[in-house]
């Protein structure tokens, strides 16, 4: 019997039907792990060539695949080699993840080692960074009214006229009432000397003596360690200088060429790039500002209690102290843990250990209140980290890099924290 050839229009449709039923089976064209697309370069059929017939079966319409056949890639480019096959998808995707991490960390550390060298441009620009942050504000309600340059030299001058200020006062009142400090402080040692006698103890007077030269010797020696320590940081009075000028005068310039700063910055990224990139440091920087208003409204809600606390308790040096309590609150948990164990010493040489009592469970409420109450409701809109991220991270800052590293270590966290949310949130989406 002489065999019919199909016309073109006939070719054409059982191909359409044969190509949807391919595409229907599992394994089929678009199953990312057998798809078999065709190389760029190889010739393609003629669109007129015979095609199998439609109700031929499924089996005979694919050519069989060979055992030695390489696994494909999705896009059907590249084939992978045999060898990777034999390791699970997920070892690949957790291999492929941890050498990334590895590169951006080693990154990461030679960053940190390289600003850690030069801490006299490091920690002077961070701070400016900060104050930038807090007078911006300012100088944006005062470029309303007057010119832009004298606006922002008018803000730095109201911060240096306000920290200034503070940190004067806290020195002339400590400084005038040293002498009675040190008198209370004799006295108290008498006390507690005698009491360790004729109290529930009973110690010895050669017991007493040692364990009082044991901790004249431990002081003597955290004296000369922090001594040293600090010779080695800044070695002359002319660095604290030349930091201070320079934390000043980078405070000025970002305040007035803040945003011809960040377009020749980002002028310096790919193109394509530039929108997500700027996305995320604005986001970052909104939050770095948030975050550091908000630290003021907790530091000065601190520094307000403490020193209603030690007012009434008729301690001397309480609004010295309540002002080391809002300098030490930048600091999140630790800066209060520390300036209000200075609070309690006070209180127990000057009003005995009742007040001491009282000043001490003063500063626990409000170490619990601001990791419960104040951080979530007054930073929740700007900052999101749970109240262990800042713990850890002050921790982690203070063992790295002392005090500079446990002021900026929170900011730094927080405004990574903002940009990653910013890199994972659609475009166009409102970030938390």
């Keep these: 019997m002489r065999r019919r050839v199909p016309s073109p229009a ?13 595409e229907a089976r599992p394994g089929g064209p678009d199953d990312p792990v057998t798809a078999r697309a065709p190389h760029p370069d190889a010739a393609q059929p003629h669109p007129d060539a015979a095609q199998p017939h439609p109700e031929a079966p499924q089996h005979l319409d694919a050519a069989p695949q060979s055992r030695g056949d ?31 991490l590895a590169v951006v960390g080693a990154g990461a550390y030679l960053l940190f ?10 920690v002077p620009f961070v701070l400016a960074l900060l104050l930038t942050a807090v007078l911006g504000p300012i100088a944006r309600w005062l470029g309303r009214r007057l010119p832009r340059s004298l606006a922002c030299f008018l803000a730095v001058v109201f911060g240096i006229a306000a920290f200034g200020g503070l940190g004067t006062f806290v020195g002339m009142q400590i400084g005038a009432n040293s002498g009675r400090l040190s008198e209370q402080f004799t006295l108290f040692v008498r006390r507690a000397n005698e009491w360790l006698r004729t109290g529930p103890l009973h110690l010895t007077d050669t017991q007493v003596e040692k364990a009082l030269d044991d901790l004249a010797a431990t002081l003597t020696r955290d004296q000369a360690a922090l001594f040293d320590q600090a010779v080695s940081t800044v070695s002359t009075a002319s660095e604290v200088l030349a930091g201070l000028l320079l934390m000043l005068l980078s405070t000025f310039f970002l305040l007035r060429d803040g945003r011809g700063i960040w377009g020749w910055a980002l002028s310096l990224a790919p193109l394509h790039r530039r929108p997500q990139i700027d996305r995320m440091a604005r986001e970052g920087w909104h939050t770095l500002g948030g975050y550091v208003r908000g630290v003021m409204i907790i530091a000065a809600l601190h520094a307000a209690t403490v020193f209603v606390v030690l007012l009434v308790l008729k301690v001397p040096l309480a609004l010295a102290l ?4 809002f300098v030490a609150s ?29 000043v001490g469970l003063t500063i626990l ?15 929740s809109r700007v900052v999101e980290l749970h109240p262990l991220a ?15 590293g446990a002021l900026f270590a929170v900011p730094l966290v927080a405004f990574v924290n903002a940009t990653v949310r910013a890199i994972h949130a659609p475009p166009g989406a409102a970030l938390p």
Aim: glycine share 8%.
């Design 322 to 325: 309540s002002m080391v309590i």
């Design 113 to 122: 080692r390289v600003l850690a060298r030069v801490p006299l441009v490091t």
């Design 365 to 379: 409420v409000l170490i619990q209140l601001e990791a419960h109450l104040l951080q979530p409701l007054i930073m």
């Design 390 to 404: 800042v713990a850890l991270s002050v921790i982690g800052g203070t063992t790295l890099a002392g005090i500079p």
């Design 330 to 358: 930048f600091i999140p948990m630790l800066g209060m843990t520390i300036a209000g164990t200075f609070c309690v010493l006070v209180a127990m040489i000057e009003n005995g250990f009742g007040a001491a009592t009282v």
């Design 70 to 100: 390489a696994h494909q890639h999705p896009d059907g480019a590249h084939p992978a080699p045999r060898a990777e096959l034999a390791v699970p998808y997920g070892l690949r995707v957790a291999a492929a993840w941890v050498w990334r």
């Design 10 to 22: 006939q070719v054409r449709a059982w191909g359409e039907r044969w190509r949807t039923a391919a």
